[in-house]
């Protein structure tokens, strides 16, 4: 191993061990954003680039949740607004998300990973869809990490069409107006039997979240890097994850209920 290789090893391992066990955050939630940044800060013609080297950040931030025994992690990888992107960027992101699947799978069967998708997956070319279950079937068995593909995905959407559902039932006479309660809407999200994300992380410098989990995030603590997404690596996992351990966590109480605890 060469001395850089080396350094970064050591750091990586010390900021892996610095982190609590006790207090792991159950769900991370990620935007990956700045594949098209990075893609022209290297000097590459095409945005493309970007995205493919993100699948590698992906394998790498995956691996790393897996490793710290996490339970969840959803990330964005194509949103209902990313369908008005030049077609044929649209359709790299689609061959991408294939080669991915096709590729990872092995990697995902290694490490425990169980692979689902929240979003509106039947907008997908046919292709990209069967892959998709097929990988999710392969990968069902498991009962390590859960790894979300957030994927033709807009919460707004989402809530659209929970409070579609809850409508239903009550126009069928099945549920009072005055019975609707958080868990209705929540039995009706494409999230429906996973915790909410404990932390919110999103790279690229941007702070917004950009219809990703609007309901879920209600608690979410917020980490923003300026890392593009292609350069984040497990180190910067483990600082979010750091940072996340050094906040409190309130949920609406004050500082004194919680250390009378
Ligand atoms: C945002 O960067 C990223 C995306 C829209 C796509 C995310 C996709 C990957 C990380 C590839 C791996 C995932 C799968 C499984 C397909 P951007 O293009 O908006 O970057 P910019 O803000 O710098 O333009």
Not at 55 to 80: C, H, M, P, Q
Not at 91 to 96: G, Y
Not at 125 to 130: D, E, M, Q, R, T
């Given at each position: 191993m060469n ?8 750091k ?11 207090y ?50 959803t ?12 077609k ?11 080669g ?40 069902s ?9 957030a ?67 209600a ?43």
């Amino acid at each position: 191993m060469n001395a850089a290789v080396d350094s970064k090893v050591y750091k990586e391992n010390r900021l892996k061990a610095g982190l609590l066990p006790d207090y792991m955050p159950e769900h991370v939630a990620v935007i990956m954003d700045g594949n098209g940044r990075w893609a022209k800060k290297q000097g590459f013609l095409t945005r493309i680039k970007g995205h493919e080297v993100g699948v590698d950040a992906l394998r790498k931030i995956t691996t790393a949740s897996a490793e710290l025994g996490l339970n969840y992690l959803t990330v964005y990888a194509f949103s209902t607004e990313n369908w008005n992107r030049p077609k044929a960027e649209v359709d790299a992101l689609m061959n991408i998300l294939m080669g991915a699947l096709e590729k990872e799978l092995p990697i995902l069967l290694a490490n425990n990973v169980k692979l689902k998708a929240i979003g509106n997956i039947h907008a997908l070319p046919s292709k990209a869809n069967k892959k998709l279950m097929s990988v999710m079937d392969a990968t069902s068995g498991n009962d390590g990490l859960t790894l979300t593909l957030a994927l033709s995905y807009g919460s707004q959407e989402e809530l659209v069409h929970a409070f579609r559902k809850v409508a239903a039932e009550v126009a069928a006479g099945t549920l009072k107006p005055e019975e609707i309660s958080e868990d209705h809407i929540e039995r009706n999200l494409f999230t429906a039997g996973m915790p909410n994300p404990d932390l919110l992380i999103r790279t690229s410098g941007e702070q917004r979240i950009s219809n990703y989990l609007l309901w879920q995030l209600a608690y979410a603590e917020f980490y923003f890097t300026p890392v593009l997404w292609p350069d984040f690596d497990a180190d910067g996992f483990y600082e979010a994850i750091a940072t996340f351990q050094k906040r409190e966590r309130r949920f609406g109480q004050t500082s004194e209920q919680l250390t009378a605890k």
